[in-house]
């Protein structure tokens, strides 16, 4: 048989049957999503929020990391004298202060009743107790004793380190 017998064969043979039209389908929505669509809008909204916190903590460290360098600067600053660096340190703990608390909380203090604020969050109260007093002589006509510059260091980065995690759990 020739394949054009057998096709005109095949052909003639379906017109005659009584079938129907195929009817499709209606067309898939979007919605509702499956399940795995699901899993992945979870996924990246996990992926979002973890990168929003570590960004805001790299933030965080990094802010007190250039604070903790400018305490270092102006302590080992050869170009000042005592008197300077002090006024600059003072200065420099009134800025940290006022920025990491309410301004009318810390602006106003003076004396006696600032160093009892920096000594808030440190138990051993240095800086009306120990090396940190003589923060006192800041303004003061009176002549300076002798300052033990390594120990106002330290001082200084634990109250700043304390502020940190202070301002860490409150952020």
Request: hydrophobic share 45%; net charge positive.
């Amino acid at each position: 048989f020739p394949s054009h017998d057998i096709l005109s064969c095949v052909s003639r043979f379906m017109d005659s049957l009584p079938l129907k039209d195929i009817h499709l389908p209606a067309e898939l929505g979007y919605w509702p999503l499956a399940w795995g669509w699901w899993c992945l809008l979870v996924v990246l909204a996990l992926c979002l929020a973890g990168i929003w916190w570590f960004f805001r903590r790299y933030q965080h460290q990094r802010r007190f990391r250039l604070v903790a360098d400018l305490l270092q600067a102006i302590i080992q600053d050869p170009k000042r004298n005592d008197a300077e660096k002090l006024t600059a340190l003072s200065q420099w703990l009134r800025r940290v202060a006022i920025s990491t608390a309410p301004r009318e909380q810390v602006a106003s203090l003076t004396g006696l009743a600032w160093l009892e604020y920096l000594n808030r969050d440190l138990p051993e109260r240095p800086f009306t107790q120990g090396t940190g007093r003589v923060l006192l002589a800041v303004y003061s006509p009176s002549a300076l004793e002798t300052i033990d510059w390594p120990a106002l260091e330290r001082i200084c980065q634990h109250w700043l380190q304390r502020r940190a995690q202070q301002r860490g759990r409150h952020a």
